[in-house]
């Protein structure tokens, strides 16, 4: 997957333009995860396999969330745009 290569030789990159690289490519990794769980768990007939794909496809929400937090500390810009639009009412365009 293109995503998971670097578009720049390692060592011309700053070490928080690569720690914010390996941070993008989980966070999409946890977020197919979590596409993928509520496909499966949709699709599922058998209801405590249901209720663990729910359980897992929730944990993957976590862990986006916890990459999404470390984006928001140490990268302005990102801190920046979720102040912006995360938890205020009104359009989000």
């Given at each position: 997957?293109?995503?998971?290569?670097?578009?720049a030789?390692?060592e011309r990159l700053?070490?928080?333009t690569?720690?914010?690289?390996?941070?993008?490519v989980?966070?999409?990794?946890?977020?197919?995860?979590?596409?993928?769980?509520g496909?499966?768990a949709d699709?599922?007939?058998?209801e405590?396999?249901?209720?663990?794909?729910?359980?897992n496809k929730?944990?993957?929400m976590?862990?986006?969330?916890m990459?999404?937090?470390?984006?928001r500390?140490?990268?302005?810009?990102?801190?920046?745009?979720?102040?912006?639009?995360?938890?205020?009412?009104g359009?989000?365009a």
């Amino acid at each position: 997957m293109s995503s998971e290569e670097l578009h720049a030789p390692r060592e011309r990159l700053s070490d928080l333009t690569y720690a914010t690289h390996q941070a993008l490519v989980s966070l999409m990794e946890e977020l197919q995860a979590v596409d993928w769980y509520g496909q499966r768990a949709d699709d599922c007939d058998d209801e405590e396999l249901k209720a663990v794909l729910i359980h897992n496809k929730n944990d993957e929400m976590e862990h986006a969330a916890m990459l999404v937090e470390w984006l928001r500390r140490n990268v302005d810009e990102f801190a920046t745009q979720l102040a912006k639009f995360l938890g205020v009412d009104g359009p989000i365009a």
